[in-house]
């Protein structure tokens, strides 16, 4: 059984950067797509980014284009997502998430099987 433990998360100003991980247990993690997945108070859960298997193709949310970048080592069983530039809309729990694909990557929450506890992101002044 696949399992995940976020780290990262916490409180930043407007601006500064934050950087979650995702390290997977269980299973091996380069069988997986990965994606970080954020909820809001209120919103329903977004896909912020996605990276394929291999890490050779990503995908962003284009409220994140350009300030986040997601990353894999799967060396160690682990991923990364590097958030850069974060706003008060970024404030939310971001979960990582991995679903069992061949090719490329999904930001849909629909197939992702697998999902971590999540971890908190407050971006406030």
């Known amino acids: 059984q696949l399992q995940f433990v976020e780290s990262g998360g916490g409180l930043v100003q407007p601006g500064g950067s934050l950087r979650l991980s995702c390290t997977a247990s269980?299973?091996?993690?380069?069988?997986?797509?990965i994606g970080w997945f954020r909820q809001a108070p209120g919103k329903e859960r977004e896909g912020v980014s996605c990276?394929?298997?291999?890490?050779?193709?990503?995908a962003y949310a284009d409220s994140v284009k350009g300030r986040f970048t997601i990353s894999r080592d799967n060396a160690k069983n682990t991923v990364y997502l590097q958030m850069n530039s974060l706003n008060p809309e970024d404030t939310a729990i971001y979960y990582c998430a991995a679903v069992r694909i061949h090719y490329g990557c999904s930001r849909s929450v629909a197939g992702y099987g697998y999902w971590g506890q999540g971890t908190q992101v407050t971006v406030s002044s």
């Open positions: 269980g299973l091996s993690l380069d069988s997986y797509a």
């Open positions: 990276i394929s298997r291999s890490g050779g193709a990503t």
